[in-house]
């Protein structure tokens, strides 16, 4: 007898059938597959002219949405408390809000266009 232990590299194995495979493309014969159809394929330049002819101009993008009158509001009392606290507070507090407003209403034209 011999010594050799059989180890699992020298077992024999099975293969079991996947239950994922197909039962119908297992149980035909070879000869009963057909083969796919020849499809007359058009030249490249026929291809390539359609392909042309609908070259578009890209998109632009969607313009930022316009802030809200409380985020307009909040934006305008920064940039006023930021020209009076420039001049060391004392500029007219009216003559500072107007200024921010223009200066918002610009940026904000800025963005949307």
């Known amino acids: 007898m011999s010594s050799k232990r059989k180890t699992p590299a020298r077992t024999k194995t099975t293969k079991v059938p996947s239950p994922l495979a197909a039962p119908a493309a297992a149980t035909q014969p070879a000869s009963a597959v057909s083969a796919p159809a020849a499809v007359e394929m058009p030249s490249p330049a026929v291809q390539l002219a359609p392909e042309r002819a609908r070259v578009e101009a890209p998109k632009a993008a969607p313009p930022p949405p316009r802030p809200s009158r409380e985020e307009r509001h909040r934006l305008i009392a920064k940039v006023a408390y ?32």
């Open 82 to 113: 930021g020209y009076a606290e420039r001049a060391g507070f004392r500029n007219n507090p009216v003559e500072d809000w107007l200024n921010a407003e223009r200066e918002v209403d610009a940026r904000l034209e800025r963005l949307a266009s």
